[in-house]
């Protein structure tokens, strides 16, 4: 995978006058040259509205945004591009179903299942809609290697269970989500389960006919494209029932003064004028992961994440927060060394070039139910070379003399 960085140019740039590790890509991936020109090239050629105009440029603009459409679709194996509807990213396709089905749907005592190891927006538009209907928030916990605990999945799964939605990988933990077991366990109940999978599209094979959940949410940011767009897989049953939580242009056949006729999925999900330049970018990231391959993808986060790993091991008083096994995980490495704060760890690290992250990285209750305050995090892509570990791994050291653990 080395030679795919000559096309990331912000890979050759020095910070703090050193070489840049960027080990932050949970965050937000790089972009490759692919990415940064099929969108300069939409501002400079055919820049247009969509769905709208009797004119070329709005055509080859319509096909661009549609073609992009297609891409993501057939990415993560859905059977009809109908069912991609385009989001500003993972929390908006979450909120979308939570004001779309959920509000829509839920009464008093019914309940919607989340795990404790979930982001703010797999948590806070549940919060919400738990107040607007009456339903109530239930959570799986973790096992001591920072699994989610299956052991009480039972004692919740019954008629009062209509919602599950899971993370298929941990922001923090790196650990992946027990999606096929909760897809099993809402079948029994008719729930419908949705997989925020804004960490795990972008590191792993996704078909999402195989996953059998209901929904699926991602963010094209976190798989070297753009921000700005995500996107919500919906089975297309569901998305043809599910009410649009926003109303406005492209997405209506016809409005009156009183009341409006939806257009079909999946713009009726799409109102206002969309992110084209940020579908297009998306579609490039896909061509590019398509080309490199997501078995690739794995198998080079394998490699990288087990020297993290093996390396991180043996920083003395570093304590790795997460799970040890690489088959039950993906590249995203929180730890905690000694009781340096980790915000300072990320200053000393960014002197030496590295760019990790620090915090709860938006995961409160998960932060409070392991009881740590805050973690540093090291969070691997495809362009991840050994030699970027073991820029970090010194940073580490120097940041253990620093702080006087030497
Ligand atoms: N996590 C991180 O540094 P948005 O911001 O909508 O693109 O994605 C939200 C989101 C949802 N679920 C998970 C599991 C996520 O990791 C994220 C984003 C970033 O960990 C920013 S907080």
Known sequence: MDHLRA??????????????????????????NQVIDAIGDY??????????????LADEATTAYEGARTKVAE?????SSDELVFTRGTTSSINMIAYGWGLNR????????????????NVVPWQLIAKHTGAELVYLELTDDFRVDLSTLDSVVDERLKI????????????????????EAARRVGAIVI??????????????????????AFSAH????????????????ILEKMEPAEGGGEMITDVRLYESKWAPIPHKFEAGTPPIAQAVGFGAAVDYLDKVGMSE???????????????????????????????????TVSFELGDVHPHDVATILDQEGVAVRAGHHCAKPLMRYLDVPATARASFYLYTVKEDIDQMVAGLHRAREIFGLV
């Open 75 to 79: 990415f993560i194996g859905a059977s």
């Open 106 to 121: 839920l009464h008093p005592g019914d309940r919607i299942l989340l795990t404790v190891m979930e982001h703010h927006a």
């Open 195 to 216: 997989v925020d999978a804004a960490q795990s599209v972008p590191h792993l094979p996704t078909d999402v006919t195989a996953i059998g959940a209901d929904f699926l």
């Open 7 to 32: 096309d990331f140019p912000i890979l050759e740039r020095k910070v703090n006058g050193k070489r840049l590790a960027y080990l932050d890509s949970s965050a937000t991936t790089q972009k490759p």
């Open 43 to 56: 501002y400079r050629r055919y820049n247009s509205n969509v769905h709208r105009g009797a004119h070329t």
């Open 297 to 331: 993808v794995r198998k080079h986060e394998i490699e990288i994440t087990q020297y993290a790993l093996d390396r991180l091991a043996d920083v003395p008083d570093l304590t790795l927060v997460g799970p040890t096994d690489i088959a039950v995980r993906g590249g």
């Open 164 to 183: 599950i939605s899971v993370s298929g990988m941990s922001n923090v933990t790196g650990a992946f989500g027990p999606v096929a077991e909760l897809v």
């Open 222 to 237: 976190k798989m070297l494209g753009p921000t700005g767009i995500g996107a919500l897989w919906g089975r297309r049953e």
